[in-house]
């Protein structure tokens, strides 16, 4: 009997890349999550029971019946043009003029995020990403290796002024592209302000940037006036990524990209290679939907519900939590971003949090390097409102313990 | 007929997500052996579920909080349904840390020195400040865990004084109260323990974690830990791991089961760290490990397991 146990006999085989990927006590914590028991700010899904099930019903049933050949076949790897044509439609709704043609369907938007990280990033590569950020697309760049700088976000979107800053610096090299989530960002819940944009877009021409600007959120807003899109301001140096998981569902995995006609072109080679195209079916059903009232209805109705959550949020937050706190008050989306004293650790607080049953995302999660540990992501639109109320409470209660805690061993000052 | 057998798993532990992974591999394993099996996620409908279907057995694969430490035992006693590994009482001592070293120490069963603080006492009576007075007690490094927890979660590792108010707060999200322990260098082992009045055990188990420390990553990544079976441990130092490990089994009344979690030091002596009373049954577990390397297969080993509960 050979003494040593390996318990994956493949482990020699396995690429740098795939050596990346590890457990983590925080991810096995969340597990816990899904359950009916357990109060969840910790996810970011969209509240599919608020839908009626009667249109998605009669929608799909009318696309079985009409196209079941071709709804049951490959596709184009650029994704149906009937289906390119109407998202044209979708983003007129925010100002975005569009042709057909510079549309590329991927299967959500995270195979957008994963095949643009893969056609622009070679190691070493420079990138941006705003400070939180997205942590799917930190996890659809980082196996390509970049170096990636973080620029903080404020209550008006990424500080672009410390962009400029660091673009001036002489000895650093030119970024690939600069990331950006400018409307209710995931996870800060901010909006970018008119300014910021007028100045992003500036000094992507001063600098010959690109920038990705990823854009799920942009039709869930309350209230406000919406801000012109990024792409809308110059095509030419924005890369744009939409999804209807949030305005439709995230079950169809229905998202796109919208770029100049190379990067397109570029990138359906490459997705060519990653699934030869994106489901016909659920694209015809996604194209039918939109085709249809119930569209627009059922997206109003969903805005509704979110828009009393987040204010069950805002107002539980106000009470119960304690003063030192701060948090963003977003006009859209579906995430609030809190902010604890500096010295704390949300991190630590998780488990007692899921021991009382109630859960968030601790703030590290959301950036490149690993500090914000003292903020947290809580989502509003899931949780029905006496739950919110509950676990904002509940919540409120665990940091204050933990406060007493640091008090007591000193640790309550930086 | 074969019995009829429900599977427990999951619960709202910790320590879920590998519960639910012994439990499925459980069930699969008590399938293939024609079983009938009842895989339960342990909810608020678990006793009427238990009431309705009268499974003539119960197979524990909970980890952790209310699986580990004598809830679901308690409760099992009362419905008056049989269930695999220790009673209520063995579960508790052996979940909760202070508890179990107490016992050890009491009996001639080496232990690493420790001291226990609670977040009460740090909070009401100023706790902290015999911090200082601990570290130069126990020597550095020191380690750092929660009273009650399992799979190392919140388990840390001090090398400096001013890191550990810092790793008491990791330990403290876990438990009210944590232990300050001291570390003792050398091979780690596990010994399964199999039985319970001629208790008999399984292949030592050494672990050979990269990072040096089989914490929780080191335990769930194939690849971030290396163990060698039977233990490179001489002969004499192997039988005295051995007996100790029984010792330890015997002493906290275990039925059927445990897996003593050891540190031989330097000159030899087996230390022991815990006993879990509900160990792992993944595919990176140790229990199943050791059992393999007996000759048993995972099947073999879990029907040894409900024949022992079932007698």
Same mark, same amino acid.
Request: overall charge negative; some cysteine; aromatic content about 8%.
């Given at each position: 009997?050979? /003494? ?7 482990? +020699? ?49 009318? =696309? ?39 549309? %590329? ?24 990403? !705003? ?44 970024? +690939? ?140 937050? !106000?009470?119960?939590?304690?003063? !030192? ?90 | ?22 439990? +499925? ?16 996620? =342990? ?13 003539? %057995? ?53 232990? /690493? ?33 929660? &009273? &009650?927890?399992?799979? &190392? ?25 944590? %232990? ?16 319970? !009045?001629? /208790? ?29 079976? /039977? &233990?490179? %441990? ?78």
């Amino acid at each position: 009997m050979s /003494p040593e146990i390996i318990f994956d006999p493949y482990t +020699k085989l396995y690429s740098e890349v795939s050596k990346l990927i590890r457990s983590s006590e925080i991810r096995d914590l969340l597990s816990v999550t899904g359950r009916s028991d357990i109060i969840s700010f910790g996810g970011g899904l969209p509240y599919i029971g608020g839908l009626p099930p009667e249109d998605f019903s009669r929608v799909l049933s009318d =696309v079985l019946r009409e196209s079941f050949t071709e709804a049951f076949q490959y596709g184009e790897t650029e994704g149906l043009e009937t289906l390119r044509s109407r998202l044209v439609e979708v983003m007129a709704e925010e100002g975005l003029s569009a042709e057909p043609e510079h549309i %590329l369907i991927t299967t959500g938007s995270q195979q957008a995020l994963d095949l643009i990280g893969r056609i622009f990033i070679d190691p070493g590569d420079t990138i941006v990403m !705003e400070g939180p950020t997205y942590v799917g697309a930190l996890s659809a760049f980082r196996p390509n290796g970049p170096r990636i700088i973080t620029i903080p976000l404020d209550d008006m979107g990424m500080r672009v002024d410390l962009l400029e800053e660091e673009l001036k610096r002489a000895d650093a090299p030119a970024p +690939k592209f600069v990331y950006v989530v400018p409307n209710f960002q995931n996870p800060a819940g901010v909006t970018m302000h008119k300014s910021r944009r007028d100045k992003l877009i500036e000094l992507s021409d001063k600098h010959d940037l690109l920038i990705i600007e990823d854009n799920p959120y942009g039709l869930l807003r309350f209230e406000g006036k919406p801000e012109e899109t990024l792409a809308g301001r110059d095509p030419h140096r924005v890369v744009y990524l939409g999804t209807l998981s949030k305005t439709v569902s995230p079950g169809i995995r229905v998202g796109w990209i919208m770029a100049p006609s190379p990067v397109v072109e570029k990138l359906a080679t490459l997705k060519q290679s990653a699934d030869l195209c994106s489901s016909n079916l659920n694209q015809m059903f996604a194209e039918a939907y939109l085709g249809q009232d119930i569209w627009k209805k059922n997206l109003e109705s969903q805005k509704a519900i979110y828009r009393s959550r987040r204010d069950a949020m805002l107002k539980s937050l !106000e009470k119960y939590f304690p003063k !030192e706190a701060r948090w963003t008050h977003p006009q859209g989306g579906l995430f609030i971003w809190a902010t604890l004293p500096e010295y704390l650790d949300t991190a630590k607080l998780l488990p007692q949090a899921i021991e009382q049953k109630v859960s968030f995302v601790p703030g590290t999660a959301f950036y490149p390097d690993y500090t914000g540990a003292n903020h947290m992501r809580l989502n509003f639109s899931f949780p029905p409102e006496e739950q919110i109320v509950q676990g904002i409470k509940i919540l409120g209660k665990v940091i204050r313990k933990e406060i007493e805690l640091y008090h007591s061993l000193g640790l309550d000052h930086y | 007929m074969k019995p009829k057998i429900a599977v427990l798993m999951g619960g709202r532990s910790l320590e879920r997500s590998v519960s639910l992974k012994s439990g +499925k591999r459980v069930a699969r394993a008590l399938e293939n052996r024609g079983y009938d099996v009842i895989s339960l996620d =342990v909810n608020e409908t678990l006793v009427p579920r238990l009431l309705s279907d009268r499974p003539d %057995l119960v197979y524990i694969a909970l980890h952790g909080k209310y699986g580990e430490d004598g809830t679901i035992q308690e409760l099992l006693d009362i419905i008056d349904i049989p269930y695999t590994g220790p009673g209520p009482l063995s579960s508790m001592i052996g979940f909760n840390k202070v508890l179990s070293k107490e016992l050890f120490r009491a009996h001639g069963i080496p232990t /690493p020195g420790y001291y226990t603080l609670s977040s009460s006492t740090l909070k009401e009576m100023s706790a902290s400040e015999l911090l200082g007075d601990a570290w130069e007690k126990l020597g550095s490094p020191l380690v750092v865990k929660p &009273a &009650a927890q399992g799979s &190392a979660l919140g388990i840390r590792i001090v090398e400096n004084l001013e890191d550990l108010p810092g790793a008491l707060i990791t330990a403290l999200g876990y438990d009210d109260r944590v %232990l300050l322990e001291e570390y003792v260098e050398g091979c780690e082992v596990a010994v399964s323990v199999i039985g319970t !009045e001629e /208790p008999e055990t399984l292949p030592v188990v050494e672990i050979v974690p990269d990072s040096g420390f089989f914490d929780f990553e080191s335990r769930y990544t194939p690849g971030k830990t290396d163990y060698f079976i /039977p &233990a490179r %441990l001489d002969e004499k130092v192997t039988a005295e791991v051995e007996r100790v490990a029984r010792a330890a089994h015997k002493l906290l009344r275990c039925k059927d089961l445990s897996r003593v979690d050891i540190i031989v030091s330097k000159d030899n002596v087996p230390h022991v760290l815990e006993l879990n009373i509900s160990p792992g049954m993944t595919e990176t577990s140790l229990l199943p490990l050791a059992a393999e390397a007996a000759g048993m297969s995972f099947e073999d080993l879990i029907e040894r397991l409900v024949e022992l509960a079932l007698t």
